[in-house]
Nanobody, 118 residues
Framework: QVQLVESGGGLVQAGGSLRLTCAAT????????IGWFRQAPGKEREFVAM?????????EYAESVKGRFIISRDNEKRMAYLQMNSLKPDDTAVYSC??????????WGPGTPVTVSS
């Protein structure tokens, strides 16, 4: 079973950018659909973006991040990325990645915090 670890979070001003990385600790990675999620203080965890298993050309985004965030993957490196542009204070949250194991998600990492100051 795949296990994931996130990195790349930090403090950024509104309008800035960050790139998050999701690294798999096991050899099998390319077959998994990888999703990014976030949880803001006092709120439920929400879906952010996902990239389908395989070549990574198929992606989906939450409406709130469409046009600002880009998800990608590098199967040789066993990594997935979330490029976050035009960040807003509402994007402040702990960001986590997971691998899809229908009907749910698995391999959750500890998350990486993102704080966007106004």
């Amino acid at each position: 079973q795949v296990q994931l670890v996130e990195s790349g979070g930090g403090l950024v001003q509104a309008g800035g950018s960050l790139r998050l990385t999701c690294a798999a600790t096991r050899r099998i990675f390319s077959v998994y659909t990888i999703g990014w999620f976030r949880q803001a203080p006092g709120k439920e965890r929400e879906f952010v973006a996902m990239v389908w298993g395989g070549s990574g050309t198929s992606t989906e985004y939450a409406e709130s991040v469409k046009g600002r965030f880009i998800i990608s993957r590098d199967n040789e490196k066993r990594m997935a990325y979330l490029q976050m542009n035009s960040l807003k204070p509402d994007d402040t949250a702990v960001y986590s990645c997971a691998a899809q194991s229908r009907p749910s998600w698995t391999g959750w990492g500890p998350g990486t915090p993102v704080t966007v100051s106004s």
